[in-house]
């Protein structure tokens, strides 16, 4: 058989054809390994650009949230010098020109809480319906939880909460045993032997509490008491009660009935009836309560009797000194917020070179 070789020239013809085509699929590895590379790099690229605009997105938000804090605690370093009371009407309280969306950086911070009217007027109807005061809250306005009794305690929980009575004096006693030294229970309180047949369990406190959230620690608390009761309560203060700013069930909490509680929100809010402005009244001095109020309503020996009591109790007040701030960031057009909420105490002392103390400090972002 004469099988035809192929010749030199062919041989060196094929191996050329044969070294392009790898040299090509080697060059479209290449691309693909490239291309790969690319889109890799670019990706962690965009991923750290997006966590930079994050960091930058809240640290922009929070010294916005800080201006309305400082703008509030501003406020609040005002008054006082000339008036001896705290009101609702002062600029530290409601203040839309000075604490409602304040353009800062390209965003705006916002000072204020919400209410429902039943809080500052004596409404029969409507007690729900909600309202914003732009300004701090007076600390001074609420329930402190480290010092007040429980038949306040009580009260407040079964007013606010909407719980029957039972079980509102049972969280209320557990309040008193989680905060005082010994290690004696309340017939429906509960001490370390309860809290340490928990599950995960803890010692029972035997110290004031530091901050509202610690009730969730406490026997019988849940949510929804929680939520209900969180807007009249306050573990600062001195634990005497502005009666100039008091919420109204905290009045309730004193011991003060229906008839006694319409008549100061009533005397509080002047002749237009409307709170915070210009025509309120107010009490000068904790002794002066009773005559104040007897000058415009007809007092009864009981509603006379029940005010008396508190006065010489200690629970009342007609100044404050301790004040929370509640401001809120947003940028323009965009969605996220930061909300910082802050515990101030005036300084009353003129002797000392300081404003006053930042006694709380809390921070949240909404991104
Ligand atoms: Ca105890
Ligand atoms: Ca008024």
């Given at each position: 058989?004469?099988?035809?070789?192929?010749?030199?020239?062919?041989?060196?013809?094929?191996?050329?054809?044969?070294?392009?085509?790898?040299?090509?699929?080697?060059?479209?590895?290449?691309?693909?390994?490239?291309?790969?590379?690319?889109?890799?790099?670019?990706?962690?690229?965009?991923?750290?650009?997006?966590?930079?605009?994050?960091?930058?997105?809240?640290?922009?938000?929070?010294?916005?949230?800080?201006?309305?804090?400082?703008?509030?605690?501003?406020?609040?370093?005002?008054?006082?010098?000339?008036?001896?009371?705290?009101?609702?009407?002062?600029t530290?309280?409601?203040?839309?020109?000075?604490?409602?969306?304040?353009?800062?950086?390209?965003?705006?911070?916002?000072?204020?809480?919400?209410?429902?009217?039943?809080?500052?007027?004596?409404?029969?109807?409507?007690?729900?319906?909600?309202?914003?005061?732009?300004?701090?809250?007076?600390?001074?306005?609420?329930?402190?939880?480290?010092?007040?009794?429980?038949?306040?305690?009580?009260?407040?929980?079964?007013?606010?909460?909407?719980?029957?009575?039972?079980?509102?004096?049972?969280?209320?006693?557990?309040?008193?045993?989680?905060?005082?030294a010994?290690?004696?229970?309340?017939?429906?309180?509960?001490?370390?032997?309860?809290?340490?047949?928990?599950?995960?369990?803890?010692?029972?406190?035997?110290?004031?509490?530091?901050?509202?959230?610690?009730?969730?620690?406490?026997?019988?608390m849940?949510?929804?008491?929680?939520?209900?009761?969180?807007?009249?309560?306050?573990?600062?203060?001195?634990?005497?009660?502005?009666?100039?700013?008091?919420?109204?069930?905290?009045?309730?909490?004193?011991?003060?009935?229906?008839?006694?509680?319409?008549?100061?929100?009533?005397?509080?809010?002047?002749?237009?009836?409307?709170?915070?402005?210009?025509?309120?009244?107010?009490?000068?001095?904790?002794?002066?309560i009773v005559?104040?109020?007897?000058?415009?309503?007809?007092?009864?020996?009981?509603?006379?009797?029940?005010?008396?009591?508190?006065?010489?109790?200690?629970?009342?007040a007609?100044?404050?000194?301790?004040?929370?701030?509640?401001?809120v960031?947003?940028?323009?057009?965009?969605?996220?917020?930061?909300?910082?909420?802050?515990?101030?105490?005036?300084?009353?002392?003129?002797?000392v070179?300081?404003a006053?103390?930042?006694?709380?400090?809390?921070?949240?972002?909404?991104?």
């Amino acid at each position: 058989m004469n099988i035809m070789k192929p010749s030199k020239r062919k041989k060196s013809l094929m191996c050329k054809g044969s070294n392009r085509a790898s040299i090509l699929i080697l060059v479209l590895w290449s691309l693909g390994l490239l291309t790969i590379f690319a889109l890799y790099l670019g990706l962690g690229v965009r991923q750290r650009l997006d966590f930079l605009l994050r960091v930058e997105t809240r640290s922009k938000l929070y010294r916005i949230a800080e201006a309305g804090v400082k703008q509030a605690a501003a406020q609040i370093g005002n008054f006082g010098e000339e008036s001896p009371v705290a009101l609702l009407k002062d600029t530290w309280s409601n203040n839309v020109g000075a604490l409602s969306q304040i353009p800062v950086l390209d965003g705006s911070f916002t000072v204020g809480y919400s209410y429902k009217a039943g809080d500052l007027y004596f409404k029969d109807s409507e007690a729900d319906k909600p309202g914003i005061i732009y300004g701090a809250a007076d600390v001074m306005s609420r329930l402190n939880i480290n010092s007040a009794s429980l038949d306040e305690l009580s009260r407040l929980i079964e007013y606010t909460s909407g719980i029957d009575s039972y079980r509102a004096e049972g969280i209320a006693s557990c309040i008193i045993d989680w905060r005082d030294a010994d290690n004696a229970s309340l017939p429906n309180g509960a001490e370390d032997k309860y809290y340490r047949s928990l599950r995960f369990s803890y010692d029972c406190k035997d110290f004031p509490l530091e901050n509202l959230e610690e009730l969730y620690y406490i026997k019988g608390m849940d949510k929804n008491v929680y939520d209900r009761i969180k807007p009249y309560i306050t573990v600062h203060g001195s634990g005497r009660v502005n009666i100039n700013t008091a919420l109204a069930p905290v009045f309730y909490a004193l011991g003060l009935n229906d008839s006694v509680v319409k008549k100061i929100l009533l005397y509080r809010s002047g002749e237009d009836q409307v709170i915070a402005n210009s025509d309120d009244c107010s009490f000068s001095n904790e002794n002066s309560i009773v005559a104040q109020l007897s000058q415009v309503y007809s007092m009864s020996p009981s509603e006379i009797a029940q005010l008396s009591n508190i006065v010489a109790d200690g629970k009342t007040a007609v100044f404050s000194h301790t004040f929370l701030i509640s401001s809120v960031a947003v940028l323009d057009k965009r969605t996220e917020k930061c909300k910082i909420e802050c515990v101030i105490e005036k300084n009353l002392n003129a002797d000392v070179n300081k404003a006053g103390w930042i006694l709380d400090w809390k921070t949240e972002f909404f991104i």
